[in-house]
C-alpha cells in the first residue's frame, strides 16, 4: 500500500477519442511523475509536474499533456489516441525530484486498451 | 539515450535455488534503484544504490553496483515461491535528470 491512488482501474477507449486518467499522490508530495508501460516493457518516463508545474518530459508527442493540482491530485490527458498508446499507465508520487534520492511511489495504474 | 539492459527477460526455477539477475548499460548513471512489480500493481522500490562498488543486502537479496556505475546485479538466495515477480532496474541518468531509465524488466517464477 503506497497510499497513491489511480482511476479508473480499467478503460477502453477508440481511436481518435480523448482520455483523461487521475492520479491521488501522497499528502506532503510535490512531484509526480506518469510512466507509460506497454505489455512487456519497462515503464517509459513521459513528463513529471513539481508544484503544479512541468518539470521534464519524455519523447512523448505534444497530445500527451498533464495537470497537477494544489491538492496532490493529478492527470494524465491522451488526444486523438492510436492504438500503439494502449498499455498501463503508472504515477508515481515523491517528495522531491532527485531520483536517487527521493522515493517514488507508483500507483497500481489505470490499464488502457485502444480499439 | 539511456538504455538499461536486463538478462535474462525470463528465468523459471524451483523453490531453494539460487538466481542473479542483470542490469547493464553504456551509460554512467548516478544511481541504480530495484523495483518488483507484480501483476496488477505498480512497482515497489527494493532497493536504491548510488556509490559504484556497493553492495546492499536485504534479507536473501543482495544488490551490487558496478564500480564504473554502469551495471548492477540482483542475486537472491533459495527462492521462495513469493519471490515470483517482475524486478526492474532504473537509473538516475547522470547530470541530475528527473527522470527514471527503467529496463525491460525480469520475469521471476518459483515454482513450490
Known amino acids: 500500500e503506497t497510499g497513491v491512488t489511480q482511476s479508473p482501474t480499467h478503460l477502453i477507449k477508440t481511436r481518435g477519442q480523448q482520455v483523461t486518467l487521475r492520479c491521488s499522490s501522497q499528502s506532503g508530495h510535490n512531484t509526480v511523475s506518469w510512466y507509460q508501460q506497454a505489455l512487456g516493457q519497462g515503464p517509459q518516463f513521459i513528463f513529471q509536474?513539481?508544484?503544479?508545474?512541468?518539470?521534464g518530459r519524455g519523447n512523448f508527442p505534444p497530445r500527451f499533456s498533464g495537470l497537477q493540482f494544489p491538492n496532490y491530485s493529478s492527470e494524465l490527458n491522451v488526444n486523438a489516441l492510436e492504438l500503439d498508446d494502449s498499455a498501463l499507465y503508472l504515477c508515481?508520487?515523491?517528495?522531491?525530484?532527485?531520483?536517487?534520492?527521493?522515493?517514488?511511489?507508483f500507483g497500481p495504474g489505470t490499464r488502457l486498451t485502444v480499439l | 539515450t539511456q538504455l538499461l539492459e536486463q538478462s535474462p527477460q525470463f528465468l523459471s526455477i524451483q523453490e531453494g535455488e539460487n538466481l542473479t539477475v542483470y542490469c547493464n548499460s553504456s551509460s554512467v548513471f548516478s544511481s541504480l534503484q530495484w523495483y518488483r512489480q507484480e501483476p496488477g500493481e505498480g512497482p515497489v522500490l527494493l532497493v536504491t544504490?548510488?556509490?559504484?562498488?556497493e553492495v546492499k543486502k536485504l534479507k536473501r537479496l543482495t544488490f551490487q553496483f558496478g564500480d564504473a556505475r554502469k551495471d548492477s546485479s540482483l542475486h537472491i538466495t533459495a527462492a521462495q515461491p513469493g519471490d515470483t515477480g517482475l524486478y526492474l532496474c532504473?537509473?538516475?541518468?547522470?547530470?541530475?535528470?528527473?527522470?527514471?531509465?527503467f529496463g525491460k524488466g525480469t520475469k521471476l517464477t518459483v515454482n513450490p
Open positions: 532504473a537509473g538516475a541518468p547522470q547530470g541530475g535528470s528527473e527522470k527514471l531509465v
Open positions: 508515481a508520487s515523491s517528495f522531491g525530484t532527485n531520483p536517487s534520492t527521493d522515493t517514488q511511489y
Open positions: 509536474y513539481y508544484r503544479e508545474e512541468e518539470n
Open positions: 544504490v548510488v556509490t559504484g562498488g
